[in-house]
């Protein structure tokens, strides 16, 4: 509990130095944080990477035993799971298209939150650098005032307490950068893999050739 109010108390110390430009960086950084922790609940919950199963699907459909097959797919922890067993159900390769767009779906909910992800990451740092300049015009505006006697160690601390706001804006879109880059690299993954499960589900044994996926404005095709 003590604890609990000691930072309490340096988060209003930090506000009330840095001014609205930092209270609303801190703001963004919690919005930050719970998108990270919604995604990573997410991703666990869909099973993203979780591609054992699906593996083994292909593989014994490779061989011919479509009914294991089946039922590894179904078995299979992965929110792919359900677009490999339609994919062998298909009678004939002309639901492709319809298949990519399934798969397209169910990424697209999975990607959701990334653009306000890259949005915080690219205006926490141009809201940290506003601030600066406005501390720095209120330093140059009070040494302007003081005239002759102008008291250094008064300027320079109205000058480093400016830059503050520039350090708040880089310290929390690097980090958000960061995980916002591994979140889609980990989608990447996601994707080449519902591409490889279409691919190998209507072409058995086509699976270390699948075709390269594009992804479009409009669908999730392949090229």
């Not at 298949?99 to 949005?119: K, M, N, P, V």
């Not at 503050?164 to 929390?172: F, I, N, R």
Request: charged share 15%; proline share 4%; with cysteine.
């Amino acid at each position: 509990m003590i604890h609990l109010i000691v930072a309490r108390d340096a988060l209003r110390a930090l506000i009330a130095l840095g001014g609205p430009v930092v209270a609303l960086i801190l703001a963004l950084s919690v919005l930050a944080g719970a998108v990270v922790l919604w995604k990573l609940w997410q991703f666990r919950a869909a099973g993203v990477g979780r591609h054992a199963g699906l593996n083994a699907a292909i593989a014994a459909h490779d061989a011919g035993q479509h009914n294991r097959a089946r039922a590894l797919a179904e078995a299979a922890p992965s929110h792919l799971a359900p677009l490999l067993s339609e994919a062998l159900q298909a009678q004939s390769a002309d639901v492709r298209d319809r298949l990519y767009t399934l798969a397209e779906d169910r990424l697209a909910r999975l990607e959701s939150g990334f653009r306000l992800l890259d949005t915080v990451a690219q205006i926490a740092p141009l809201l940290g650098l506003f601030g600066t300049v406005l501390g720095m015009i209120d330093a140059f505006r009070a040494m302007q005032g003081a005239g002759a006697a102008v008291d250094p160690s008064v300027l320079a601390g109205g000058i480093w307490v400016a830059l503050m706001t520039t350090a708040a804006g880089l310290a929390v879109a690097m980090p958000v950068s960061a995980l916002l880059s591994w979140l889609e690299s980990r989608m990447g993954s996601e994707r080449r893999m519902a591409g490889m499960v279409i691919e190998a589900a209507l072409c058995p044994g086509m699976a270390a050739i699948a075709k390269p996926v594009v992804q479009t404005d409009r669908a999730y095709v392949p090229a």
